[in-house]
């Protein structure tokens, strides 16, 4: 196969586009489709101060690298979740990365602030995924907010993207189903949120740090073994191999035609949002999913 755009052996087969790209021409293709996820969803100006919310995965540097090649004020914030070996790896992956790259780096540890994922993992009796999502959540809304950042960016690629979506569409949630998206503008004690990788794909933002000589953390997080998010992550790479673009199809089809029915929906049903008592969150409740957490853990 040769390259698409300039006709040199290429490098990386992309069936879902059908074409392929040697290197340089790849990395050109990968910036500019982040660069039309921000100005199609107006993610972005240059005047903004983003907060990168980085894993030490490979889709959450991907990103931060790129928004800083692409000359935007950015600075990393690595939640160090406290689970023994896995995060030490993660944390030291992060680091490395930016102080390679000379990127600011925030970091908060839930050990330091009385939440390590083990131990909040062994109060609870429901799965530990949900809670620490929603732990990390609140960590990095707490970080843009208090930081004076204008947007907070995750490194969301389209596979994760398509396999929230799908089970959002499985139970019919139609709460989350209002929010889906590459935006979400800050609101009632929330900060404005943005995916820029919502267009490129898993196995795209694999090639792309193979490209750029990025090294991720590698590793999957061992509490994760059976979770939901990823078997439907599996279903739809089977059904991709065998029907290249149907996850683009899905994803941008529920965009362009989906999600302003459920926005209605959600204004009219949607529970309204106060401080939290303990600690001034947004919540629906009286006091928010961490703080009652926190109060599980003594």
């Not at 692409?70 to 680091?95: C, F, K, M, W």
């Not at 139609?174 to 998206?181: K, V």
């Not at 965009?255 to 600690?279: H, I, K, M, W, Y």
């Amino acid at each position: 196969m040769k390259c698409r755009r300039c006709k040199a052996p290429a490098v990386v087969a992309l069936p879902s586009h059908n074409t392929g790209f040697c290197p340089e021409c790849f990395l050109m293709f990968f910036s500019r489709q982040i660069e039309r996820t921000i100005k199609s969803y107006k993610l972005l100006t240059p005047d903004d101060r983003i907060l990168v919310a980085v894993s030490g995965g490979k889709d959450s540097l991907a990103l931060m690298l790129e928004l800083k090649l692409l000359g935007y004020n950015a600075t990393g914030l690595h939640v160090d979740l406290g689970i023994p070996g896995s995060s030490e790896q993660a944390r030291a992956t992060v680091e490395r990365f930016c102080r390679d790259r000379d990127i600011e780096l925030r970091v908060v540890e839930l050990e330091h602030e009385g939440l390590p994922i083990p131990k909040v993992k062994a109060a609870l009796t429901r799965p530990i995924c949900s809670a620490c999502g929603k732990i990390k959540r609140y960590y990095f809304n707490k970080a843009a907010i208090d930081g004076g950042f204008t947007v907070l960016a995750t490194g969301h690629n389209l596979d994760d993207e398509v396999s929230r979506l799908f089970a959002n569409v499985l139970r019919w949630d139609t709460g989350y189903l209002s929010d889906q998206g590459p935006l979400l503008p800050a609101a009632n004690g929330f900060a404005r949120k943005i995916k820029p990788l919502s267009r490129v794909s898993e196995f795209e933002t694999a090639n792309y740090c193979f490209l750029r000589s990025i090294v991720p953390h590698m590793s999957a997080c061992p509490y994760s073994h059976g979770a939901s998010f990823t078997a439907h992550k599996a279903l739809w790479a089977d059904l991709e191999e065998r029907m290249p673009g149907q996850k683009r199809s899905f994803y941008e089809g529920f965009l362009q035609r989906g999600r302003q029915a459920f926005a209605r929906l959600d204004e009219e049903q949607g529970t309204p949002l106060n401080a939290c008592t303990s600690c001034g969150y947004p919540t629906s409740a009286e006091t928010c999913g961490v703080c009652r957490v926190r109060a599980l853990l003594g």
